[in-house]
């Protein structure tokens, strides 16, 4: 059984980590509304996915150091709300931090979680 929670444990946020990337890169497709030239779209998905990509090198860091994942997972989200709450009235952005931060607080706290497991 508790082979099974370990497993549990150490895919849950690896796989939630790369659906949450997937799904913040799908935020850069609206690039292609502008009816930019080539070079300009490609210059505009670089500058849409630089949070995704970041994302993805944390990732990579925390497949083996699962601290890394769990501290930058939750700065991110952290930094989201912050930067949401700035830009937006604050019932705007309770339900925009839910979407975003609330994923990456999930993922960050799984990464630690397994983390600590790890250390035990």
Do not use: Q
């Not at 997972?73 to 709300?81: E, K, M, S, T, W």
């Not at 607080?105 to 799984?110: A, E, N, V």
């Not at 983390?115 to 035990?120: F, I, L, M, Q």
């Amino acid at each position: 059984m508790a082979k099974k929670i370990s497993k549990f444990v150490y895919w849950t946020p690896r796989i939630l980590s790369i659906m949450f990337i997937l799904f913040l890169a799908l935020f850069s497709l609206d690039i292609f509304d502008m009816k930019l030239n080539f070079w300009g779209t490609v210059v505009g998905l670089f500058m849409h996915n630089i949070p995704s990509l970041i994302l993805l090198a944390v990732l990579l860091i925390s497949w083996k150091y699962e601290i890394v994942g769990g501290i930058v997972f939750i700065l991110a989200g952290l930094a989201y709300i912050i930067l949401t709450l700035v830009r937006v009235p604050w019932y705007m952005a309770i339900s925009w931090s839910m979407t975003i931060a609330g994923p990456a607080f999930l993922i960050g706290i799984l990464f630690l979680v397994n983390w600590y497991k790890k250390r035990k």
